[in-house]
Each structure stands twice: as structure tokens, then as C-alpha cells.
């Protein structure tokens, strides 16, 4: 096992259930298969599949849904000394609509947002290279305090910080505390990672790009990475841009977690070093694996030999 702690993911873990059947709408959706979810856990799973040392910190129940998600950590070699185990709150769960587009869900919060200083020590801060979160973990008290504090720490001693600007009004009702929050992230210079879709939700409008790009840079962020879907993604470099289109896919057999495997091959090649221009290559090439799989990534497919074929 890899001890060298390189990046640390810290938001929720939980049970996500994700419909069978192909459906827009949970309403739609007959019956479910059961995976381990969470954005954060999703880029930890795919960051330990590419070898990079991952550490996990998050809350989850005491109960039967907390062991199998510690027990799937475990087995994919995830530190998760940093894991609190709950009494008194259920582990999270989330219904997840199957789909090719942006997935309906309903989230049944709990244990997740339930993470506190003690998980978070200076220590645990000092040796890794990237601290990532997402907008679901920084929605609610007590980890919105936690992550903001330990995030200005991680920084102050030079680790770069990362976040997926997941937004969405179901988690995050509160939309000015949200824009505060994101505005306070943000003015550590973090990567950003962020969607048409996660944009219009924020702001209730529809931006141009060059809008969106400039709301992060004016914040002190240098880079700003747009997934579009489809068409592939735009990234901004202090206003200087990159597009790549997305890689052809014959058939979409799942879009939950593909946001997740792009920024998970985003940030393991920005941690070999490489330039902004293979970063999204990468990301590009892990995310069409996902959406060719149902769940996570394929336990048969050899993940890191695939992205090492990028030129």
C-alpha cells in the first residue's frame, strides 16, 4: 500500500442507488442497484486506481451502510484513518436516476456533513500536494466550518486546493451562503472545476463563458476548467483558453460519476506535473471510460496504461 499521502479528498461518502432501468426521473425509475457515492469518494476510488497515494476524510453511520463503505475503502487501498464512524446518525443515501444526461436524485442526508476538527489536524495537512472538496460537502454545518479552516491551513503551507463546483439549490438552499462560501474557497486560488449546468443553478441565469470565466479569476483563481458535456471542455488560464473536444463514445451506458473521472484524471496528471494541455487530455480520456460503465470504473480495464497512451 501506498503510505505517501499525495492528495486528500475530504466531503461525503455515502450509499448511492442508482436505477436500473434508464430513466430521467426517479419517478421513472423501477428498482436500483447500490454502489459507494459521493463525489469526493468517487475521485478518491479513482485516484487510488491510478496508484496515486489517497486519503479520505469523511463521517459516515455506524451502522451496516457505514461498514460496506469502509470495507469498499479499504479494499481499494484509501486511507481512511481519518473516517469517523457515528452512533447516533444513519450513514447518507442518495437515489440516483439512470441516465445519459444530468441525473435526477434525492438526497437523504445524515452522517455526512458531520465532520469535525479533530479529523482534520495540521499534521494530516503537511505532507500532501492537493486538498480536494466539492460544493455537497461545503453545503452544510459542521464540515462547511471544518473544510473552510482546514482548507486556509492546507494553503499556508503550500498545498494546492481543488474543488468541484457541484452546485445544486436541492442541496444547497441557501444560495447567497453558497456564493459566499465559494467566494472565500476561491480566494485561495484553487483548481476549479465547474459545469454549464452547475453555473446556471448558482447564479439562476445563463452565463457566456468568458462571464464565468471572469467570476473566478476576479476571485483569485488561475485556473478554471468547464466541462461541456458533449462538446468536450474549455479551460482558462489566467484568460488564456484551451478547448478539446470530448472523445467519441458509440454508446452512453452511464453519465453519474463522469464529472467525477474527469476531474480524477485532471488532478493525477496535474500531480505528475504535466502542462494544463495534457491535465485535460487525461481528463478527457478517463471520463469516456466512465460513461462506457455503470457505477465506477471497471475493475477489467488496466485505467492508468490507457492514460499513459496520451501524447
Not at 24 to 52: C, F, I, Q
Not at 128 to 148: D, E
Request: glycine share 6%.
Amino acid at each position: 500500500m501506498n503510505t505517501k499521502i499525495e492528495i486528500l479528498c475530504v466531503g461525503e461518502t455515502l450509499i448511492d442507488y442508482i436505477g436500473h432501468q434508464t430513466a430521467p426521473s426517479l419517478a421513472e425509475t423501477k428498482d436500483y442497484h447500490r454502489y459507494l457515492g459521493g463525489s469526493p469518494t468517487n475521485v478518491a476510488m479513482n485516484m487510488a486506481r491510478l496508484g496515486v497515494g489517497t486519503c479520505l476524510v469523511a463521517s459516515v453511520g455506524n451502522d451496516g451502510f457505514g461498514k460496506y463503505v469502509l470495507e469498499k475503502l479499504n479494499q481499494a487501498r484509501i486511507n481512511t484513518n481519518y473516517i469517523k464512524a457515528l452512533e447516533d446518525v444513519p450513514t447518507t443515501v442518495i437515489f440516483v436516476s439512470r441516465t445519459t444526461e444530468t441525473p435526477d436524485f434525492i438526497a437523504y442526508r445524515q452522517a455526512d456533513a458531520m465532520i469535525g476538527p479533530d479529523q482534520l489536524p495540521d499534521e494530516l495537512l503537511s505532507h500532501i500536494k492537493v486538498f480536494h472538496t466539492t460544493c455537497f460537502a461545503l453545503s452544510k454545518q459542521p464540515a462547511q466550518h471544518t473544510i473552510l479552516d482546514a482548507a486556509k491551513r492546507a494553503s499556508r503551507v503550500g498545498v494546492k486546493l481543488s474543488i468541484d463546483i457541484n452546485y445544486s439549490e436541492k442541496i444547497w438552499p441557501d444560495r447567497q451562503n453558497a456564493i459566499q462560501c465559494i467566494k472565500e474557497y476561491c480566494a485561495l486560488n484553487p483548481l476549479v472545476k465547474i459545469s454549464e449546468d452547475d453555473m446556471q443553478r448558482l447564479f439562476k441565469k445563463k452565463l457566456n463563458h468568458t462571464e464565468i470565466f471572469e467570476f473566478f479569476h476576479e476571485l483569485g483563481v488561475e485556473i478554471v476548467c468547464l466541462t461541456l458535456g458533449s462538446k468536450g471542455v474549455k479551460a482558462s488560464h489566467n484568460n488564456t483558453i484551451i478547448s478539446l473536444p470530448a472523445i467519441k463514445i458509440e454508446k452512453i451506458m452511464d453519465a453519474t460519476g463522469a464529472g467525477d473521472a474527469f476531474w480524477s484524471g485532471f488532478l493525477f496528471a496535474y500531480i505528475k506535473k504535466n502542462p494544463l494541455e495534457h491535465c485535460l487530455k487525461t481528463a478527457l480520456r478517463l471520463a469516456a471510460l466512465k460513461l462506457q460503465n455503470v457505477g465506477r470504473l471497471p475493475e477489467n480495464v488496466d485505467v492508468l496504461s490507457e492514460l499513459l497512451k496520451i501524447e
